[in-house]
Antibody, heavy 120, light 107 residues
Framework: EVQLVESGGGLVQPGRSLRLSCTTS????????MSWVRQAPGKGLEWVGF??????????EYAASVKGRFTISRDDSKSIAYLQMNSLKTEDTAVYYC???????????WGQGTLVTVSS | DIQMTQSPSSLSASVGDRVTITCRAS??????LNWYQQKPGKAPKLLIF???SLQSGVPSRFSGSGSGTDFTLTISSLQPEDFATYYC?????????FGQGTKLEIK
């Protein structure tokens, strides 16, 4: 059974950093692109970024709203994806979901989400 | 960037109704369009990929169509469990993007 479990969310002050983890199981993690999607309270879904598989260079892409502040990485030996968030702003407050990219870059499996609250 | 616009933003319907939600892209995205359902407090669920391919396990009352810039999600006969928010998502370019969502409510 495919499972994705996010952790690391919480309350953080503006300007500080936080690292989220996405621990996965049930599939060959190293073969897949892994994405992060967020959802501000009461709002819609916003794509944050993704990391390609090592076979495609392990490179990353980011939404303009987080580029230069957020970094996605992966540890294929542990089947974990990470989202390092620096210089956090109040507008980064959201539930952060980890997702697996599948056919045509659709997101076929999602974690349960972890809430990040940026507030002083 | 590609902007995705859904209409309507909200919709009231009754059990048994046929419902159509529209998604329009700001430029052609071929058939790189996916649809998701999200219920309150839950992660989104993939319904349709490649504009019209039904994800495994999704009921056949859901269908998708379109290409280029205009797409539709149709629910042929609404069931109580279908009341939720629906999102479209383009995967034509590297920078993915979602529509703003359509909230489907019970009339």
């Amino acid at each position: 059974e495919v499972q994705l479990v996010e952790s690391g969310g919480g309350l953080v002050q503006p300007g500080r950093s936080l690292r989220l983890s996405c621990t996965t199981s049930g599939f060959t993690f190293g073969d897949y692109v892994m994405s992060w999607v967020r959802q501000a309270p009461g709002k819609g879904l916003e794509w944050v970024g993704f990391i390609r598989s090592k076979g495609y260079g392990g490179t990353t892409e980011y939404a303009a709203s987080v580029k230069g502040r957020f970094t996605i990485s992966r540890d294929d030996s542990k089947s974990i994806a990470y989202l390092q968030m620096n210089s956090l702003k109040t507008e980064d407050t959201a539930v952060y979901y980890c997702t697996r990219e599948w056919v045509s870059s659709s997101f076929d499996f999602w974690g349960q989400g972890t809430l990040v609250t940026v507030s002083s | 960037d590609i902007q995705m616009t859904q209409s309507p933003s909200s919709l009231s319907a009754s059990v048994g109704d046929r419902v159509t939600i529209t998604c329009r892209a700001s430029q052609s995205i071929s058939r790189y369009l996916n649809w998701y359902q999200q219920k309150p407090g839950k992660a989104p669920k993939l319904l349709i990929f490649d504009a019209s391919s039904l994800q495994s396990g999704v009921p056949s009352r859901f269908s998708g169509s379109g290409s280029g810039t205009d797409f539709t999600l149709t629910i042929s006969s609404l069931q109580p469990e279908d009341f939720a928010t629906y999102y479209c998502q383009q995967s034509y370019i590297t920078l993915r993007s979602f529509g703003q969502g359509t909230k489907l409510e019970i009339k």
